[in-house]
């Protein structure tokens, strides 16, 4: 997930308060995501891969460091440390917001491979850099128990985003926040407070919604387990590789490039890339004349989402079995 004022995670508290509020009567309780669900996966996908002694040092490493009691914590406990820690990062950013570019890089459409540093501001890091940072310090054994426990959390977590392909793609529309879907027939309403920030967005169906239709009400645990099955063979694969922070970022921009924007039903032009902090700075389409995604999208996207949570499982697994103690 991104910045501050276009997070999902918040976002989906704004629609929870909204819902109580009764102005979001015809949607329903946005659940999890690349937020709960989706990171959760990733997590339990990789725990089920990690040797003994990865196990026991991933477990030690963040009981040794633990949770700041007093931070709000959104998803709900899984009961399993791991997938527990996975979706720390995004609450912590509302305390730290200087984190919050760690999670995304904005890989313009229309980029050309090779040089992905150019979309990482070295002011404010992206999840590339982010990632290899939080990874030196879960290395550094003279690191703070503290320090190791939330770079655990950070690794965990930002594994998870930079397989979520609008958190490496964006067309000026702040990766998908921007574009307003009709979802299922549920149509996109401006956020109260967020006066061009619209739910349901494009972002936000490739965090939570997309997920959420094809998991059906199983839970994290069922669904990773069935990834794992489906996923196999591959997950070995992936998980052998050595890491590559740039290809795994350039991976997914190509992902949302073919299929987040590529599958619209009305396809929106490469926009000539410009700063963008807000909604309002954008062509994006209007409120009034949403991308309509319903059924063909769902069955596009799908086997996409399936198969980047598997292969972030499986390269989480293997970041995490090289852990020295
Ligand atoms: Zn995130």
Request: proline content about 8%.
């Amino acid at each position: 997930m991104r910045v501050p004022f276009y997070d999902v995670p918040m976002n989906i508290r704004l629609h929870a308060v909204l819902l109580s509020l009764s102005l979001y009567a015809c949607w329903p309780a946005p659940a999890h995501a690349w937020g709960c669900e989706g990171h959760e996966i990733v997590a339990l996908i990789a725990e089920s891969r990690l040797t003994a002694h990865a196990k026991e040092t991933v477990l030690r490493i963040l009981a040794a460091g633990p949770v700041d009691p007093t931070l709000s914590r959104y998803c709900e406990t899984t009961g399993d440390p791991t997938a527990d820690a996975s979706t720390w990062a995004d609450d912590e950013r509302r305390v730290r917001p200087e984190t919050a570019p760690w999670h995304f890089i904005d890989v313009p459409r229309g980029a050309r491979e090779a040089d992905l540093s150019k979309f990482c501001p070295p002011a404010t890091s992206c999840v590339v850099t982010a990632l290899a940072g939080q990874l030196r310090i879960l290395r550094d054994s003279s690191a703070t128990a503290e320090a190791r426990a939330d770079a655990l959390r950070f690794v965990i977590h930002f594994v998870g985003d930079i397989h979520q392909p609008l958190h490496a793609a964006t067309n000026d529309d702040l990766g998908g926040n921007c574009v307003p879907v009709s979802w299922f027939g549920h149509a996109p309403k401006e956020n109260l407070g967020r006066t061009a920030d619209f739910a349901p967005n494009l972002h936000e169906v490739w965090d939570v919604e997309i997920i959420e239709r094809f998991s059906e009400g199983e839970t994290a645990q069922q669904i990773a387990a069935e990834l794992e099955k489906r996923f196999h063979a591959r997950i070995a694969t992936w998980q052998a590789q050595s890491p590559n922070f740039d290809a795994w970022a350039w991976e997914s921009h190509e992902l949302a490039e073919k299929i987040a924007y590529g599958k619209l039903p009305q396809p929106i032009p490469i926009a000539t890339p410009q700063p963008v902090t807000s909604c309002s700075d954008t062509a994006a389409p209007k409120l009034s004349e949403p991308e309509n995604l319903a059924e063909p999208y769902q069955s596009a996207a799908v086997p996409v989402v399936q198969e980047q949570l598997a292969r972030a499982g499986a390269r989480l697994a293997g970041l995490l079995n090289s852990l020295r103690p």
